[in-house]
């Protein structure tokens, strides 16, 4: 087994060593890591975090859009390290998840993957 | 009173309109999204204006786990089986948006304080239908059948989930979902055979939150599916365009024999009306348009938002709430084809009319909305969605949502907040909380269908 060590920098710099073929959010709640989380598909961003360094593979989340990318946000239900990663988990690491649409609309490079133009593709 | 000796609810809508007064309501509270790692809650809260607990929370009953998102729920049994003595209204079904887990809630054998009898685990929902983010549940005389918005992946447009009266998986209930993109509302008409489904959109892209852009994509719904109801399959599709955005709630006329309807286009705000004409041919129409607000500070105006519609039980009355401009409104239906604005009430909103109410301060707008089988007592509540909440209103992960009273005059038509009846969901017990769908126990306005 490949293990990669994931601290939350929001709960003090714990450190927890995971195995890197596991969802980060399974491999924390069974070493006790108290998270919030939803449907367990990567659909409803309920156990979003921030990952403030290292790589994961989160392929399977639907949930985020670009921009939510662009700022961070991993969705842990199903997302897998590709390293170490420091992490800011819960709803204080939501800061820049949530906008008013009517206040602050997307660019069309921000929408979700599957209907976002790419930036180098706009004139 | 007639008929004790029969099954649950009423003969008639005009007999559930005699019904005695409601003393106790159940209303959903939830945590998922909130920050405080405790499960979502049954909530009974006291209505009975004699009682020294009234307009206070007497009981919660906690879900097993934390991030259910309760939101909507439904009775094991109807006046759709009134005519059955061994049927009894005893089990209220509480599903998860995002866990996808059904509750079945004991509320008969003691009403003051419910108890979880089953839980029908969310995984194997998924396992055995490929179903998944479960909504409406209405009983079909002794069977259950409950909207489910995705498939096991959170992908549109699910299906139909069929429990029987044993609260075992039967299976999916449709035979087919023919061109249906999205699920969300249902409700039925057996006398005509026929059902009407709405469209919110897939799991996928609503549980997120709301991106505006994406209704331009296509990922929202603007259509209504009208099923024969018999074959269990959709017949005829209306496009409702840009007066359709979003069709959320769906409500027949309570009376059996009438084959008007409503429903509620949230994004568009619009009231669309459909009916059965003299061919026999099902025929729809636009009858309100709220108007967006412009906001001085925000590129886009700000559309009202119709969370809910709801008939009154003589379906003389439609409410609605816009729960961004913050509005509950009132209209005479009596002519279905010319709703008559009646009444209007403010509770918070966007719009900054009434930000506080009954000495609360009201974080979120009118929502979900439960009418007394007499027509008199409105009760509201103000959260919609948690993701949606943390978009629109972020201060109420510290305020909670709360539950406020209208009075409505069935006489001559308008609504008065009542000054005495606050449910302060801000101060519960385990913090701040948010509040969305209520059902009495002996049925209600948007409970109960006779066939």
Redesign the interface.
């Known amino acids: 087994m490949t293990s990669f060590t994931i601290t939350l920098a929001n709960q003090g710099g714990a450190a927890f060593d995971v195995d890197h073929r596991k969802p980060l959010l399974q491999s924390l709640r069974e070493q006790g890591v108290?998270l919030?989380?939803?449907?367990?598909?990567?659909?409803?961003?309920?156990c979003a975090a921030k990952i403030i360094s290292g790589k994961v593979d989160q392929k399977a989340q639907?949930?985020?859009?670009n921009r939510q990318i662009n700022n961070g946000y991993i969705i842990l239900c199903v997302a897998r390290p590709m390293s170490d990663c420091t992490l800011e988990v819960?709803?204080?690491s939501?800061d820049k998840?949530?906008?008013?649409?009517?206040?602050d609309?997307?660019a069309a490079h921000e929408?979700?993957a599957d209907?976002a133009t790419p930036l180098e593709a706009k004139k | 009173m007639t008929n004790h000796c029969c099954g649950p609810g009423y003969a008639s809508p005009a007999e559930a309109m005699r019904a005695p007064r409601e003393k106790l309501l159940y209303t959903i509270a939830i945590y998922?999204?909130?920050?405080i790692?405790k499960p979502d809650y049954l909530c009974t809260i006291d209505v009975d204006p004699e009682s020294s607990t009234y307009s206070q929370v007497i009981s919660r009953l906690q879900m097993p786990g934390?991030?259910?998102?309760l939101h909507h729920s439904g009775w094991n049994a109807c006046s759709s089986c009134h005519g059955d003595a061994s049927m009894e209204r005893k089990y209220l079904i509480v599903p998860g948006v995002?866990?996808?887990n059904l509750h079945i809630v004991d509320c008969g054998t003691d009403p003051r304080n419910p108890t979880l009898f089953k839980v029908i685990d969310g995984a194997e929902i998924k396992t055995r239908t490929n179903l998944?983010?479960p909504h409406t549940v209405h009983c079909l005389g002794s069977e259950i059948i409950v909207s489910m918005l995705?498939d096991?992946?959170?992908n549109a447009p699910g299906g139909y989930l069929q429990l029987s009266k044993e609260f075992e998986i039967v299976g999916r209930w449709e035979n087919s979902m023919g061109s249906i993109k999205f699920g969300y509302d249902f409700w039925y008409q057996p006398r005509h055979n026929v059902m009407v489904s709405s469209e919110w959109a897939a799991?996928?892209t609503f549980?997120?939150?709301?991106?505006?852009?994406?209704v331009g994509?296509l990922?929202y719904g603007r259509e209504i599916h009208f099923w024969d109801f018999e074959k269990k399959e959709p017949k005829q599709t209306f496009y409702l365009g840009e007066d359709g955005l979003i069709p959320l709630e769906v409500r027949f006329h309570h009376n059996p024999d009438s084959s008007h309807g409503f429903v509620g286009a949230a994004l568009s705000a619009n009231i669309i009306h459909w009916w059965k004409d003299a061919a026999g041919d099902w025929q729809w129409e636009k009858i309100v348009d709220v108007d967006n607000e412009p906001?001085p500070?925000?590129?886009?105006?700000?559309p009202g938002v119709i969370s809910v519609i709801l008939l009154s039980m003589d379906d003389r009355y439609l409410y609605l709430c816009n729960w961004l401009h913050g509005d509950i409104r009132q209209y005479d239906i009596s002519d279905p084809h010319n709703a008559k604005l009646t009444g209007q009430v403010w509770m918070g909103g966007l719009l900054g009319r009434a930000p506080e109410v009954n000495g609360v301060r009201v974080t979120g707008g009118p929502q979900m909305i439960q009418l007394s089988l007499d027509g008199k007592r409105l009760y509201v509540t103000t959260s919609l969605f948690?993701?949606w909440d943390?978009?629109?209103y972020?201060e109420i992960?510290t305020n909670g949502g709360c539950m406020l009273m209208v009075n409505c005059d069935t006489e001559n038509g308008g609504m008065e907040i009542d000054p005495l009846f606050v449910v302060d969901f801000g101060k519960e017990p385990n913090g701040p909380s948010r509040c969305h769908e209520t059902r009495y126990p002996g049925g209600d306005c948007t409970s109960d269908i006779w066939v």
Request: proline residues 11%; glycine residues 14%; charged residues 20%.
């Open positions: 108290d919030p989380y939803g449907c367990k598909y990567g659909g409803c961003i309920t639907r949930a985020l859009n819960g709803v204080e939501h998840l949530y906008r008013n649409p009517f206040l609309p997307l929408l979700k209907i | 998922t999204g909130t920050g790692q934390i991030g259910d998102e995002r866990s996808s998944s983010a995705g096991a992946q959170g799991p996928n549980m997120p939150g709301f991106d505006l852009e994406e994509h990922k906001h500070e925000w590129p886009i105006p700000i948690s993701t943390n978009q629109f972020p992960r």
